[in-house]
């Protein structure tokens, strides 16, 4: 195989990251946006050691399950993945790919529910980003092609909100009157960095982060947002000067409305502002958090320690049907909001919320929790690189016996999980399989709850009970 190639192939599998594989000698050949049964014309683009990544030139025999897809930059912008597959194919690919996960990594053979569908599989995202980058014509804003900084512009994205349309015109119109410039990464210089936007039930709060203090024409930037859009919204002005490619810098500027709007699950209330932390896909995010409760079986007599708790959504959540919830989360704002959420909602007698890492605070409340003979259950819902070694050991150490795994990562969640049933061991700072091992824990539920349509990624809750 040699660069520039051009070979045709069949591809014999889906990859985990949506991608084609195919087989030819020794080489495992990666084609993005190849389906399983397609007879198709690839170029080889890298050769390394055993792998190969190829670019689809064309399908020769199309697959059963291709769709025709929505957007016109699909496969330009890395966004999605698998617009071009059929909507029940791609839940089959997650579920299998969690499978895969769980026997290759954890040496576990699992059975994993059929995923759980949103209301929507395009339109259903709440959260937007868009960077804006300064060309020969003028200011562009769009997405981010696939591992890259070079700006794709969008018009619309088929996976947001129709509240996507009118941003991008505003905004678009906004650079063009006004002669505002975008943002030149090699010199660090122009005026506006990034666009953000929220969704809050119909509410937006819009957020341009700029270079320097100065948003250039402010009044006509606000009559623009306000003849485009039809909808109640706040306007922010966050100034990054920083060369970083974080996108906020510290300081936010409310320039018009509210700046945060108040949303409401299970009789829960809380608000949503500029920093808040918020799941992208609200229908999914009521039955996951459902899923939570109902798996851990509360009642009044739990304690439940809901681990790497953010904002404290959950942790309400759970407060709500048990004696008392404790969430552990590093963010200071984010426990802040918590505690308020707590007071708000008349659950303050029944919530702690702890500031610091899961890793240093988990095994001393477990322990402290489970001396006094309490009934202890324990929420995980760690961000993608998953749940450190320390909390897994405090776990073990201390008997727990219901535990709820929230994961947006197959491939550490079948790790930890391992660790947890002892498929897995940690030695030296190494994992290694356990050889004829005595599982500790039941694997009672593995369901992937799909937050993330028309894309490679997918939320999975896993629920372990005690082997008694
Ligand atoms: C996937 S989010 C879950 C948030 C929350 N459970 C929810 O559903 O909204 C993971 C959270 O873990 C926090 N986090 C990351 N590392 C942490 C650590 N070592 N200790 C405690 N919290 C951590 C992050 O700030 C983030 O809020």
Do not use: W
Request: net charge positive; glycine share 6%; proline share 3%.
């Amino acid at each position: 195989m040699v660069k520039n190639q051009e070979k045709i192939g069949v591809v014999i599998a889906l990859g985990m990251n949506g991608e084609g594989i195919l087989k030819d000698e020794d080489y495992t050949i990666f084609v993005p946006f190849a389906l399983p049964t397609e007879k198709i014309k690839y170029k080889v683009l890298k050769v390394s050691k055993n792998c190969v990544y190829g670019k689809l030139l064309e399908v020769l025999t199309p697959a059963e399950e291709r769709v025709r897809t929505k957007c016109k930059v699909f496969t330009k912008c890395g966004g999605c993945q698998l617009q071009h597959l059929r909507y029940s194919a791609q839940l089959s690919a997650k579920e299998n790919n969690i499978k895969t996960c769980f026997s290759k990594i954890a040496n576990l053979k699992v059975e994993v529910m059929p995923a759980v569908k949103g209301e929507c599989e395009y339109r259903y995202r709440n959260k937007l980003q868009l960077p804006v980058r300064q060309t020969e014509n003028g200011a562009i804003l769009g997405f981010y092609a696939e591992n890259s900084h070079r700006v794709i512009e969008i018009e619309d994205c088929e996976i947001n909100g129709y509240y996507v349309q009118s941003i991008i015109k505003a905004f678009k119109r906004y650079f063009t009157e006004y002669n505002v410039k975008g943002y030149e990464e090699q010199t660090h210089s122009g005026d506006v960095r990034e666009i953000t936007v929220k969704e809050v039930g119909d509410k937006l709060i819009i957020t341009v982060v700029t270079l320097s203090r100065i948003l250039p024409h402010k009044e006509e930037l606000l009559k623009i947002l306000r003849e485009e859009i039809k909808q109640d919204f706040s306007l922010y002005q966050n100034v990054n000067s920083a060369v970083t490619n974080v996108i906020y810098g510290k300081e936010f500027i409310l320039h018009y409305g509210k700046g945060e709007y108040q949303a409401e699950m299970f009789s829960v209330k809380y608000k949503i502002g500029v920093q808040s932390f918020m799941q992208v896909n609200t229908s999914v995010c009521h039955k996951l958090y459902s899923a939570v409760r109902e798996g851990l079986n509360l009642n009044e007599k739990t304690i439940v320690i809901d681990a790497y708790s953010g904002a404290g959504l959950m942790t309400a959540l759970l407060a709500q049907r048990a004696k008392k919830a404790i969430g552990v989360e590093i963010i200071k704002e984010a426990v802040d909001i918590a505690n308020k959420l707590a007071t708000d909602n008349g659950l303050k007698d029944k919530i702690i919320n702890y500031c610091g890492k899961c890793e240093e605070l988990l095994p001393k409340i477990i322990k402290r929790e489970k001396q006094e003979n309490n009934d202890v259950a324990v929420v995980l819902d760690p961000p993608r690189k998953g749940v450190d070694i320390k909390v897994i050991k405090a776990i073990l150490e201390s008997d727990i016996d219901r535990i709820a795994y929230v994961s947006c990562l197959p491939s550490s969640l079948a790790r930890d999980i391992g660790l947890l049933v002892g498929t897995l061991e940690e030695k030296d700072g190494e994992i290694k399989r356990v050889e004829n091992p005595t599982l500790r824990y039941n694997i009672e539920l593995i369901k992937p709850f799909d937050m993330f349509a028309q894309t490679k990624h997918v939320e999975t809750l896993v629920i372990l009970n005690k082997n008694k």
